[in-house]
């Protein structure tokens, strides 16, 4: 088992540290910027079929402070998502054999701040809301 390493810099750069990894052990994965990270990814290199989406390092997603999430694809297009959203419906992998990280993959369908929303608003206990409270008569 290895320990890999996250670190952000002052200016928002994070770079991840694979000990025993001997090609590339050290690696940009994004950039946070006010509370978004800013990811880039290349299809042809980074697209996962088995998942048809794209891949976070598991450990940034579940430590992460900031909320949103934008993929940033070539020719100017952008894909954006939440972070809480990449943890509750993503698919995770590890890649240990190949001495990386534990990975999150969120599928292309699951992409759109709308469905973030969605997903979010869904996984708040129905149970916060008092009975008691019913002030306009809707809730009972």
């Known amino acids: 088992m290895f320990q890999q390493i ?20 050290r690696r940009h994965i994004g950039d946070v910027i006010e509370n978004t990270l800013h990811v880039k990814r290349d299809p042809t290199r980074h697209f996962f079929n088995r998942f048809n989406g794209y891949g976070f390092c598991y450990e940034l997603m579940r430590d992460g402070s900031f909320e949103r999430v934008v993929v940033h694809l070539p020719f100017g297009k952008t894909l ?12 995770i992998l590890n890649f240990q054999k190949n001495k990386l990280e534990k990975q999150i ?3 292309l369908d699951d992409y759109g701040l709308d469905k973030a929303r969605e997903s979010e608003m869904n996984s708040i206990p129905t149970k916060l809301i008092d009975p008691q409270l019913s002030i306009f008569g809707g809730i009972q």
């Not at 952000?8 to 052990?25: A, D, I, M």
């Not at 954006?80 to 698919?91: E, W, Y």
């Open 105 to 107: 993959y969120l599928s």
């Open 6 to 25: 996250l670190t952000v810099t002052r200016s928002g750069k994070v770079l991840l540290t694979l000990p025993n990894k001997e090609y590339k052990s």
């Open 80 to 91: 954006v998502t939440t972070r809480k959203h990449i943890l509750a419906k993503g698919k």
